[in-house]
C-alpha cells in the first residue's frame, strides 16, 4: 500500500513540478488558440469563397435576365413598328400598297434546286495532315 501512494506521490509531485508549470500551461494554451484562430481562418476563408462564387454566378444570372428583358423590349418595339405590320399585313392578309403589283413565280426545276448542289459538291476540301495545316497556318503562302 505504501509503495503505490509513494508511486502516486511521485507521479502527482512530476506533473506539477515538471508539466503543470506556468511556462508549459502557457505554451500549451498559446498552442491552442493558434489552432483555434486557424481553424476561424480558413472556415471564413471558405465561407467567403462560397459567398464570392455565389455572387458571382447571381450577376451573371442577372445580367443574362436583364439582356432576356432589353431584347424583348426591343422585339416589343419592333412588332409595334410600321415595317412590321406592313410586312405581316402583306404575308397574311395579302395586302399591297397603292401602285404595286404582285408577280407569281413559278415552282424551281429540279434542275435549279440541284444546281447549287453539285456547285458544293465540286468544293470538297481537301483533307490536309496536321503539318500541312500548320505549315499553311505559319506560311500562308505554302
Known sequence: MNGIKAKLRR???KLKHDYLTVENV??????????????????????????SEK???EKK??????????????????????????LMA???????????????MPENSETAKNKH????????EKNYTNFEKWMMYLFPSY
Open 90 to 104: 402583306r404575308k397574311h392578309s395579302d395586302k399591297k400598297l397603292p401602285g404595286e403589283n404582285m408577280v407569281v
Open 61 to 86: 444570372t442577372l445580367e443574362l435576365v436583364s439582356m432576356e428583358v432589353e431584347m424583348a423590349e426591343l422585339e416589343n418595339d419592333y412588332y409595334r413598328s410600321d415595317e412590321y405590320q406592313e
Open 55 to 57: 455572387l458571382t454566378a
Open 117 to 124: 448542289k453539285e456547285v458544293a459538291a465540286e468544293k470538297v
Open 26 to 51: 502557457v505554451l500549451l494554451l498559446a498552442i491552442v488558440l493558434c489552432l483555434v484562430w486557424t481553424y476561424q481562418s480558413i472556415t471564413a476563408m471558405s465561407r467567403n469563397w462560397a459567398l
Open 11 to 13: 507521479i502527482n509531485y
